[in-house]
C-alpha cells in the first residue's frame, strides 16, 4: 500500500507560516465549512475574493489583515503573479495565512497556480474545500445534475479564458454530441457563442436550460428558457452575476418544486 501525506487541512487553522487554500462556497455563510470558519478565525492574513457574500468575513478576527484581491468582471483585477507573491510574502513572515476563494479552491478557482507557486518557494500549503457553485447552484433552483434516464454525466466548463474569450481549448462539438448535463461557470458575457456551437454541434434548439444568479444568496434568480432562446431571454431579464447555466434535460426539473418555496433569506 502506497501512503501519502493528505494535503487536506487538518486542525483549527494554519500554523505560522502556513497557508491555507480556503473555500468559501456560494455565498451563504451557512455553508461555510466548520473547518473553513475555524481557518478564518484563527489567520493573520486573509486574501480574499470578491465574495458574492460577504458575512463570512466578520469571522475573522479583529487584528488580522483582510486584503481584497479578487476578480470582477469591469473591474481592475489584481493579477495573479501578485496575489501569489502576497501568499508567499505571507508566509514568509511567519503569519497564519488565509486565501479564501470562492466556491471551491480547485474548481476554476486558480488554486492549482497557487499551490505550484508556494511549492516553488517552499512554502507548506493545505486545502479546505468548499461547496462549489457547480452544485450548489443548480440545487437551488431544484435541479439534479444527474438522472437516471436523463444524464448520467455532467461536464463543468468554464465560460471565458483568462483574455475574456471563450476557451479555444474546448471541443463544443464534442460536448454537444457526448450529451449529459453541462454547468457553465462565467458563461454569460459568452452565452451566445456557446449556445451557438453547441447547436452547431447537434445539440437541439428545444434543449432546456437553466441560469441561477446569485444562487443561495437573497438575489437569488431562476431563469428556466431553452438552448435556442437563451442568449434573448438572457438579455431581457438583465440578470445579476455570478451566474451559473445549465444545459440539458435535468434543467427542466425542480421549477414547480422551487416556485413552492418561500423566498431565501441571507
Not at 98 to 115: A, I, Y
Request: glycine share 14%; aromatic share 4%; proline share 7%.
Amino acid at each position: 500500500m502506497v501512503k501519502y501525506a493528505s494535503a487536506l487541512a487538518v486542525g483549527a487553522g494554519p500554523r505560522p507560516g502556513e497557508v491555507w487554500l480556503v473555500g468559501a462556497g456560494p455565498g451563504d455563510p451557512g455553508l461555510l465549512t466548520l473547518r473553513a470558519a475555524d481557518a478564518l478565525r484563527a489567520a493573520d492574513l486573509v486574501l480574499h475574493d470578491a465574495l458574492p457574500g460577504r458575512a463570512m468575513l466578520r469571522l475573522v478576527r479583529p487584528g488580522a489583515e483582510l486584503v481584497n484581491v479578487g476578480k470582477r468582471k469591469g473591474a481592475a483585477p489584481v493579477p495573479q503573479a501578485r496575489i501569489n507573491a502576497r501568499l508567499v510574502a505571507g508566509a514568509l513572515a511567519g503569519l497564519r495565512v488565509v486565501r479564501l476563494k470562492g466556491g471551491d479552491p480547485f474548481v476554476f478557482g486558480r488554486g492549482g497556480e497557487e499551490t505550484a507557486a508556494l511549492d516553488a518557494a517552499g512554502i507548506p500549503w493545505r486545502v479546505v474545500p468548499g461547496v462549489t457553485a457547480g452544485t450548489a447552484a443548480p440545487a437551488a433552483a431544484g435541479i439534479p445534475l444527474t438522472q437516471r434516464g436523463l444524464a448520467s454525466a455532467v461536464t463543468f466548463v468554464t465560460g471565458h479564458d483568462e483574455a475574456g474569450g471563450l476557451p479555444g481549448n474546448l471541443d463544443w462539438a464534442a460536448l454537444a454530441r457526448a450529451g449529459g448535463t453541462i454547468a457553465a461557470f462565467m458563461a454569460l458575457s459568452r452565452l451566445d457563442e456557446i449556445a451557438l456551437r453547441l447547436l452547431a454541434g447537434g445539440r437541439a434548439p428545444a434543449t432546456p436550460v437553466a441560469v441561477i444568479a446569485q444562487a443561495s444568496l437573497e438575489g437569488e434568480t431562476v431563469l428556466r428558457t431553452t438552448l435556442g432562446a437563451c442568449t434573448l431571454a438572457v438579455r431581457r431579464a438583465g440578470l445579476p452575476t455570478p451566474a451559473l447555466v445549465v444545459i440539458g434535460e435535468v434543467a427542466a426539473l425542480g421549477a414547480a418544486a422551487a416556485e413552492a418555496l418561500p423566498e431565501v433569506a441571507a
